[in-house]
């Protein structure tokens, strides 16, 4: 029932950004499309970016269930995903607030960066030098998935994808290969 709730807001979300802006969204807006009350808007979400934030996890995971993570098809695979609903993530990637998605995606590509790191390297902590390459290689990449989304990078999402991979810092290339189990990558 929370999927299928949380799912209703982010079709309606999709709608709304097809005609305005993510700043010019309002929850009680969104609510009221959607003809329930704000509360449960607010169960589920803790403002609008957390749900886009929802949305990009679902196309990740949707990515997941046809490609092992770390991979190069499976980085192809979450950007054709992107690709698929550019328009709407062109117009969240607008939005730069505290909260915006480019941050939130930020964050999340540090993290997954930095746990790829810590499990390959058997560490709870990582030295200064991977953890800087960790937060370097997750700016690189979110700053170009923002510029191809924005028209700024013609790629396919393959030529991308295989593009991060080769810029990648080889402690992290190694990290991610022994994650994903492929160490042909």
């Given at each position: 029932?929370?999927r299928?709730?949380?799912r ?12 305005i802006?993510?700043?010019k ?41 046809t ?8 980085y ?25 998605i ?5 964050q ?25 390459e ?14 191809w989304l ?19 810092p ?16």
């Amino acid at each position: 029932m929370a999927r299928n709730t949380k799912r209703m807001f982010a079709d309606e979300l999709e709608r709304m950004m097809a005609r305005i802006p993510l700043s010019k969204v309002r929850v009680a807006d969104l609510c009221a499309r959607c003809e329930v009350e704000r509360r449960v808007f607010y169960y589920h979400f803790k403002d609008k970016y957390d749900l886009v934030a929802w949305m990009f996890e679902q196309d990740q995971e949707a990515a997941a269930e046809t490609f092992s993570p770390y991979t190069v098809e499976f980085y192809a695979e979450a950007h054709r995903k992107l690709w698929g609903r550019r328009d709407f993530y062109r117009r969240a990637f607008e939005e730069d607030s505290q909260n915006s998605i480019e941050r939130y995606l930020l964050q999340f590509s540090v993290e997954a960066n930095e746990a790829a790191l810590k499990r390959h390297l058997g560490v709870t902590a990582l030295s200064r030098e991977r953890a800087f390459e960790a937060r370097h290689f997750a700016h690189g990449n979110v700053g170009c998935v923002t510029d191809w989304l924005r028209g700024g990078i013609e790629s396919t999402p393959e030529q991308l994808a295989a593009a991060m991979f080769a810029c990648m810092p080889a402690a992290l290339l190694e990290a991610y290969k022994a994650a994903s189990g492929n160490e042909e990558q």
